[in-house]
């Protein structure tokens, strides 16, 4: 049956379209636009990066941030293995090798304390995943990096407007990346942005996005023609995107904020049944602000996951689980490599069901999902 109570449903400002006509009338379709300065404005106001660029996925931001940090073959980069497969294919791309450690038992983030003993004289840098838009330990992360001299990237893509220690998250590392997908907290269809934290790496990271061009500099005035700089390639969006991005943009504060009333809604809805055992809320260290993007629980370890799935969508609910373990993955043993045990990332990707989360679900909705969700785990 068709879900009645979807996962996701994009949420529009009511903006996007004039501001398509605008950028239409405008007659300038390309990258790097009116828009797309806009945009650019207000993500380095939201992030405090010196350095913000439009990119036409998360997945573009990353692999620039790979490109950046100057990986290539034999290079080893630490991440966690619970994540989406973007993360460890830019990694790749670089002829560099993933390296898999264990996730924390509360938050599902990179677990910190296992990233030491994973450092080989071949480790270059550390790439931190936010998940759900609750910030890793990045105190200990960046610490361990600076006694080892690795490069931190933060795959954000989750993470606009969450904050740890009060610091955006994306910004806190020497790179960050941010998605804007359509299932994200803030949406441009496709699309998402390489936040750079170190001033020297900007014009470099111009460079990578325009085809390896100095390009930009061209457009400023900077220099008389634009040349063949450095490798690079096309990870522009167009303007009819940054459009779009800019009415979401906009209204991102308020976005987060029903988002967040939302998630506090389930939590209290939730909290008989975690009482009860049968399932796990989700946990936010007290150094953590983030932003309602992912209500998940973690089953008790006796329930039959697919079974209670297969009972939500019966009652007209999509609910559905997350990554599976990029170690477990046929690209994974043959690209990657695993430091340690993985025992917390099996037993909770195993576990762990996302409920519908969107701007404008109803607390009925919400009523609805707790209830369907409590009748199968009985």
Known sequence: MTATIPFNRPWMTGRELGYIAEAHANGRLAGDGPFTTRCHQMLRQMTGSPGVL????????????????????????IMPSFTFV????????????????????????IDETRIADAITDRTRAILAMHYAGVGCAMDDILDIARDHGLMVIEDAAQGILARYRGKP?????????????ETKNVISGEGGCLLVNRPELIAEAEIVREKGTDRSRFFRGEVDKYTWQAVG?????????????????????????RRLAAWEHYHALLQPLEVSGLVRRPRVPEACEHNGH???????PDADRVN???????????????????????????????????????????????????????????????????????
């Open 169 to 181: 998250l994306g910004s806190i590392g020497d790179l960050g990346a941010m998605s804007f997908h």
């Open 86 to 109: 973007s993360t460890a294919n830019a990694v790749v791309l670089r002829g560099a090798t993933p390296v898999f450690v264990d996730i924390r038992e509360d938050t599902l983030n």
């Open 308 to 378: 209670v799935l297969s009972r939500l969508k019966d009652a007209g609910v999509q609910a559905v689980f997350h990554y599976v373990p990029l170690h477990s993955s046929p690209a994974g043993a043959r690209y990657a490599r695993v430091a340690g045990s993985l025992e917390c990332t099996e037993d909770l990707a195993a576990r762990l069901i996302r409920l519908p989360l969107w701007v404008g679900i109803t607390q009925v909705q919400q009523a609805h999902v707790v209830e369907t969700l409590a009748a199968a785990l009985q």
């Open 54 to 77: 439009l990119t036409h996925s998360c997945t573009a931001a990353l692999e620039m941030c790979c490109s950046l940090a100057g990986l290539g073959a034999g290079d080893e980069v």
């Open 233 to 257: 390639s096309s990870y522009l969006p167009g303007e009819l995107v940054a459009a779009f991005l800019a009415a979401q943009l906009e209204e991102a504060a308020a976005i987060t904020a």
């Open 294 to 300: 992912i209500y998940h629980v973690l089953l008790h």
